[in-house]
């Protein structure tokens, strides 16, 4: 079955796109050695390679198995934890549309919209807190929050029952209690926040997003996704809580928890601050496949434009994609990640030759999602890279991810010329 949807998909490439198909095989040929050697090395049991240019996809493939039992292959439909890929197509797109339609100035300090959060959080300002420049704190663990120093679990926080109050399952014997996000939210309060304004990566404000988003247009953080973005641009797996939707095979497991939840995690957010959000924030939670997560990702290259639906001004993309405190060494947009200011093969997570104008954002599980507007390119690596443990990190050390986006920009090299049009379609 796995051959002829790959038959399908070269014939489906070929009829829509012009390209030299020695050097397209040449191509599928290195992408396959560095997958398997990192396999090999135990990088990730399998993952999910997918690239566009324009409005096709020219190259997507799955390798290897779930896990290192091999007992079930990767498919290329099948569904990944997005870890904080989760920041850019779940809180940074609703901070998006709600900037877009004018609910806040950027430069408003969060506070002003936010209650209880405290007055050093709530001084920083939206700009401060997107572009990681507000001083706050890189994380909390919140999950620790729910045991006393014996080892019991404090009140109203986690219980081995289930019942009305503790109605949200963590595993099949935790449950969460229903009220936990307001102690999330005086745990971020206390933080510290530096004075000084500099970068440091925080995911603080990321699960605040959620509670402005319903306090600004009273609708859910979920629903605001789905109606402004996910269904119209007709993703079907990109989802919070994906258990609700799809089976567990589907479902590519992450990590074998030995420290809260004691037990493999699969069909639930890896995240452990995710989790105790009841599986939403706008840090982490959500689950795609690779061609569900490439829709979002073309449509922000083609400047908010979804067919004849246009999902967010060109004016808006440009902004929250544009490094905001550069002469402060922050690369950061708003909400994406950025190229580095100076390239460094060492600690770069994307290809050498990548534009200033390309974002996107990687996800602690082993993902990338990549766009560059510039060169009409976007690129997705799905990967479970924390199974069995965290402690794996041969997908940084082998630079799987940047390795395999550079081959993309070497290919274009060669197979396109100055004055060609990159994708030509078939007549």
Request: charged fraction near 20%; aromatic fraction near 14%.
């Amino acid at each position: 079955m796995l051959k002829l949807q790959h038959t399908l998909f070269t014939l489906f490439f070929f009829a829509n796109v012009f390209v030299n198909a020695q050097d397209y095989y040449s191509l599928r040929n290195n992408i396959d050695s560095i997958v398997y050697d990192a396999i090999n090395a135990k990088a990730f049991p399998g993952c999910v390679v997918y690239a566009s240019k324009g409005d096709s996809v020219f190259f997507l493939k799955s390798y290897g198995f779930h896990t290192y039992d091999s007992s079930r292959r990767v498919a290329v439909n099948d569904i990944y934890d997005l870890a904080s890929v989760t920041k850019v197509v779940g809180g940074t797109l609703a901070m998006m549309k709600l900037y877009e339609d004018g609910h806040y100035n950027l430069d408003d300090p969060i506070g002003n919209y936010i209650d209880k959060i405290g007055r050093r959080v709530g001084e920083v300002t939206f700009r401060e807190a997107l572009a990681h420049q507000g001083g706050l704190y890189p994380w909390i663990p919140y999950h620790l929050e729910s045991r006393k120093k014996n080892g019991e679990f404090r009140s109203k926080t986690v219980s081995n029952s289930l019942d009305k109050d503790y109605n949200f399952p963590l595993t099949d014997s935790l449950y969460l209690h229903n009220d936990f996000y307001s102690k999330v939210k005086k745990m971020i309060r206390k933080s510290e926040v530096k004075k000084e304004k500099q970068y440091r990566y925080s995911g603080l404000f990321f699960y605040l997003i959620p509670e402005l988003v319903e306090s600004l247009t009273d609708t859910s953080y979920q629903d605001y996704l789905q109606i402004h973005f996910y269904d119209p641009l007709g993703t079907e797996t990109l989802t919070f809580n994906p258990l609700d939707k799809f089976e567990m095979e589907q479902i590519v497991p992450t990590e074998i928890d030995t420290f809260f939840r004691m037990t493999p995690i699969h069909g639930k957010v890896h995240d452990e601050g995710a989790i105790m959000m009841r599986g939403i924030s706008g840090n982490a939670g959500l689950f795609s496949n690779a061609s569900d997560l490439g829709k979002v990702f073309q449509m922000l290259t083609n400047d908010g434009l979804n067919d004849t639906l246009q999902l967010l001004s060109p004016q808006t993309i440009q902004l929250f994609t544009t490094a905001q405190y550069p002469n402060n060494e922050n690369r950061r947009g708003l909400g994406f990640d950025k190229p580095l200011l100076r390239y460094d093969s060492l600690t770069s997570s994307v290809a050498k030759d990548v534009s200033f104008r390309s974002f996107g954002h990687t996800g602690y599980t082993g993902t990338l999602a990549w766009a560059d507007p510039e060169n009409d390119l976007v690129f997705i690596f799905l990967s479970n890279r924390v199974y069995p443990t965290r402690l794996q990190r041969a997908l940084y050390e082998l630079n799987v991810r940047p390795t395999i986006h550079q081959l993309l920009y070497d290919y274009f090299k060669v197979n396109l010329n100055e004055n060609e049009d990159p994708v030509v379609k078939a007549k």
